[in-house]
Nanobody, 121 residues
Framework: QLQASGGGSVQAGGSLSPSCAASGRSISSYTMGWFRQAPGKEREFVAA???????YYADSVKGRFTISRDNAKNTVYLQMNSLKPDDTAVYYCAADRNRNDVTDQAGYDYWGQGTQVTVSS
């Protein structure tokens, strides 16, 4: 089970750091990803981190967001800086055990419930 938390409301330029805590199994061998879905839009890839620590980012967040993991705490983090109104969405974390294309949501096996991020101008 994945539990996302740490969303909230901020003004443009602000920061948030949602986290995703796993329970019931270790995520140390999983690729972990963050996706987001804005109102009226399809869910899209945001960032991912492999079991070995390699990181991947969507172009829209590169340089502003940082994904990290703490396997001892079974938790993944998404540090979001310089937030923009376009970042407003529900953010979901997901786990991929088969090391598929990290940007393809279809390859992820487990999903959290999502946490709302709202950025006002």
């Amino acid at each position: 089970q994945l539990q996302a938390s740490g969303g909230g409301s901020v003004q443009a330029g602000g920061s948030l750091s949602p986290s995703c805590a796993a329970s019931g199994r270790s995520i140390s061998s999983y690729t972990m990803g963050w996706f987001r879905q804005a109102p009226g839009k399809e869910r899209e890839f945001v960032a991912a981190i492999s079991w070995s620590g390699n990181t991947y980012y969507a172009d829209s967040v590169k340089g502003r967001f940082t994904i990290s993991r703490d396997n001892a705490k079974n938790t993944v983090y998404l540090q979001m800086n310089s937030l923009k109104p376009d970042d407003t969405a529900v953010y979901y974390c997901a786990a991929d055990r088969n090391r598929n294309d990290v940007t393809d949501q279809a390859g992820y096996d487990y999903w959290g419930q999502g946490t709302q991020v709202t950025v006002s101008s």
